[in-house]
Structures are given as C-alpha cells and as structure tokens.
C-alpha cells in the first residue's frame, strides 16, 4: 500500500484519547486512523514513568502491527514521560501533544504567565514546563494536577455542581497566579471546557492540547506529501486492550459520533 494510504496510528491510555482523535478528523477527514487503547491498564496518569514508559511501548508495538505510516500519541502523560521511547521503537514520525499544546500557549499568552492542567504524571514531569522555557525562555509556566477531572468526564458529569466546586479548589488558587492562557494538558479535560471556561477569569484563554496537535499532524503530512489522496468517507478502526461497561456510551461522547465497531487486542 502506498504511504499515503495507510493509516495514522493514534494511541492512548483508554478511551480519553478519542478526543484527539476528533480533532484529527476535523483537520484531515481523509485519513483512515487506527486508534488503540489500553482500556485494561488505564488511568496511566497516576502510575510511575518506568510503568508509563513499559506500557507505551507495548501500545508502539499494536500500532505497528497495523501498518500505521505515523504515530499520534494522544495520552498526555505518555507524551511526558515516555516519548522518546515510543520514538525509538517506531523507526516512523511519532508526533505526541506536549509540543503542539507548548507551541500554542506560547503563541498565544501575551503577559508570559501560563497555566498547566493535567495528570499527576503530567505535571510531575515538568514536560510542559521544560518544553515551554525552550520555545520562550521567559514565559512562566505554573502546574496543577486535576486527578477527578478524569473520573467525572467519564461520568459525564460535565455540568454537575460537585464538578463545579473540584474545577474551583483546583483552579482558583492557579488562578492567582494571574494567568492568562491555560493548557488543557489532558485527553478528558475538553469535555469539562464549558466547567472550567467558568470557573477562571474571563481573560484566561484555554488551549486544548489535542487541538493543537491535530493542527500539528495535517501540516506535518502535507509537508512531507504524505496526506491520503482518497477523498472517500475514511476507514476508522478502534481497537482497546478491555471493552469496559458502557464503553460504547462514554466512548461516543468522547468522539463526538457513534463509534461503530470496537475490537479487542492486546
Ligand atoms: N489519557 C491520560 C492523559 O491524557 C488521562 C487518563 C489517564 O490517567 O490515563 O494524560
């Protein structure tokens, strides 16, 4: 098969990751993707970088199986704390969200003052921080770990009052930091955007990280020539190491459309 045609490979730590997989759809709606996520082993998000680092390279190794012409890697924390990894077991371009999100904050803060939400991985790497001071030096960045905000976007609690009062015990003393661009460093957080447009101060602007890197990906392939050709309604396989309860429901909110089929593999 031409390079062209094959599929984009897009891995996460579960289900979460389907929201950059709607970000890539709305950037390139030609490509076929191949989605595989670890749905078995999830969160990853509060478990050690060496586990991380293991795990991301068994998820590399389904991708590969699969004929992908490049790798997205749509968990936050693996894009963390185990890119590199991922990167030198592909052997083909491996594009995780950390720079896309860095890129856009700093493009966008206008007082250099910039808000990180995430993981407890995530922060704790400092990924966003390191990846922040190279593009700009003098941007100050300022982390906080939202570990329920996982929980309650799979609960879709997205519009729930006890949502509201975690988004202010972790946001408000952020805020005070007088941020005024805050990352959304995170697969499940751009399902709580309308929470947590709410909760911080009107002139924060929020970048979404899967976004930014859908963005990233479309300039990526057509730079090298790579886009798929076909204009043909794409081919989208979802692949997940356990197929939970209510997979299917959550999974949908996630994408922003029905999910169609979902096969195991591990
Ligand atoms: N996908 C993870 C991330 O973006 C969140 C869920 C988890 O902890 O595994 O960091």
């Known amino acids: 098969m031409e390079l062209s045609s094959r599929p984009i490979g897009v891995f996460d730590s579960g289900i979460g990751g389907l929201t950059v997989v709607r970000a890539l759809l709305h950037h390139l709606p030609n ?24 795990y991301a390279l068994q ?16 968990c936050n924390t693996v894009s963390a704390v185990a890119l590199d990894v991922v990167q030198k077991r592909a052997g083909i371009p491996v594009v ?8 856009a904050a700093t493009r966008t803060t206008k007082n250099g003052r910039i808000g990180i939400i995430g993981t407890q991985g995530t922060i704790a790497s ?14 100050e960045v300022f982390g906080q770990a939202c570990p329920l905000f996982v929980p309650l976007a799979e609960e879709g609690w997205t519009d729930h009052a006890a949502t509201e009062l975690i988004a ?3 946001l408000f003393p952020l805020a005070q930091n007088k941020i005024d661009t805050l990352v959304l460093a ?10 947590i447009r709410k909760v ?3 002139n924060v602007t929020l970048i979404d990280s899967g976004e930014a890197t859908g963005r990233t990906v479309k300039k990526m392939l057509s730079e090298a020539g790579e886009l798929n050709p076909s204009s043909m309604n794409p081919n989208l396989q979802f692949f997940v190491s356990d197929i939970p309860l209510k997979f ?3 999974g949908e909110r996630f994408l922003g459309m029905k999910l169609g089929r979902v096969q195991r593999e591990s």
């Open 59 to 74: 998820d590399t190794d389904v991708l590969l199986r699969h004929n992908v012409k490049m790798i997205v890697v749509a």
């Open 168 to 170: 202010k015990h972790y």
């Open 248 to 250: 299917s429901e959550v």
């Open 31 to 54: 490509e076929n993707i191949v989605y595989f996520g670890d749905t078995a082993r999830v969160p990853y998000g509060s478990k050690s970088p060496q586990v991380v680092r293991e």
């Open 200 to 202: 911080v101060p009107q």
């Open 96 to 103: 995780g969200v950390i720079i896309p999100g860095a890129e």
């Open 186 to 195: 995170c697969t499940h957080y751009p399902l709580l955007k309308d929470v």
């Open 126 to 139: 400092n990924a966003y921080n390191n990846a922040i001071r190279t593009l700009n030096p003098a941007d």
